[in-house]
């Protein structure tokens, strides 16, 4: 069976206000259409998958800190773009064996590598049939590999049953070390590698795998993160608003709170660039550019 894979760039310039609807080629977006097909007579399947970005932090985080959370966004990403999938008509679900937040099911897990991910996505998928998985997963590791035997027994579980179309992330950075324009973010279970040449791997992996129905999407630097700390930027190393300390002082999480009127979180950024990508490669959904991009060159 034939296949293509395609980057999905969301480029981003100083200040990008609200603008009309968009065309792909406009966006700054390849045009290149999937032979991909999407069930007619049910639901679209989309399965959400990776570690703390996706799960969100609510649970796990507060109840170790002895602190409760009730900001939305700490389910991650999953109920904002919920709500931009509805509200374009989508037919969907989400589907996953961890429930229980009210954002929808998914497989995110706080703290996991690529590594619990490849030994457990097929049983995953056999539990939960997916049409399509967003996959973000890396940044407690950094180990390329993993990932592509993410894709390889996403490979098998696709010859037995059905295709699936991955949209697989270029990972969040962290805040940390700026070196010119560039933040250098490694983790101490990968302290060779940083986060820019992780992504540069999976760019390679992605390249590699033309027969694979895999859609790539620029987190990273594409949809303009502002990695200064909350709420300055998008990263969430001190959350204020919440009275929270910081966690982690190189942190990788996303921010939960907007900075400033009209503008987006990190988890909110995060779900329009899934938006996007969904809009442009599956459900022919206007892609239009409904929020603000600050520091895109950071």
């Known amino acids: 069976m034939s296949r293509r894979v395609l980057t999905v760039l969301i480029v981003a310039t100083m200040f990008v206000a609200f603008m009309p609807e968009q065309t792909a080629a406009q966006r700054g977006l390849d045009s290149a259409s999937t032979s991909f097909v999407l069930p007619g007579d049910r639901p679209v399947r989309i399965m959400p998958v990776g570690d703390s970005n996706t799960k969100g932090r609510g649970s796990d985080v507060g109840s170790e800190e002895g602190w409760e959370q009730d ?11 919920g709500e931009l999938l509805a509200a374009a008509g989508v037919s969907f679900e989400f589907v996953g064996s961890q429930t ?3 954002a929808g099911p ?20 056999q539990d939960n049939p997916a049409d399509v998985v967003l996959l973000m997963i890396g940044t ?16 098998e579980w696709e010859q037995a049953n059905h295709p699936v179309m991955v949209f697989m992330a270029l990972i969040v950075n962290r805040k940390t070390t700026e070196v010119g324009e560039r933040y250098i973010g490694s983790h101490q279970n990968q302290p060779g590698v940083d986060t820019h ?9 992605a390249d590699d795998r033309p027969s694979d129905y895999l859609a790539v999407v620029d ?3 594409g949809f303009g993160i502002d990695y200064r700390e909350a709420p300055a930027g998008h990263m969430s190393r001190d959350l204020p608003h919440l009275g929270i300390p910081s966690l982690n002082p190189n942190d990788l999480h996303l921010s939960t709170a907007a900075k400033g009127p009209g503008m987006l979180s990190g988890h909110e950024k995060v779900a329009h660039a899934w938006m996007t990508a969904l809009c442009q490669e599956l459900f022919g959904c206007p892609i239009v550019d409904s929020f603000t991009l600050v520091n895109a060159d950071t």
């Open 71 to 81: 900001d939305p966004l700490y389910v991650g990403y999953r109920e904002a773009l």
């Open 106 to 125: 998914h497989e995110g897990y706080g703290g996991k590598t690529p590594t619990y991910i490849a030994s457990s996505i097929f049983g995953l998928l």
């Open 140 to 155: 407690n590791d950094l180990k390329s590999d993993d990932v592509k035997e993410i894709l390889n027994r996403i490979d």
């Open 100 to 102: 229980g937040d009210g």
């Open 219 to 221: 987190m990273e630097r």
């Open 197 to 205: 040449d992780f992504n540069s791997e999976l760019r390679g992996i």
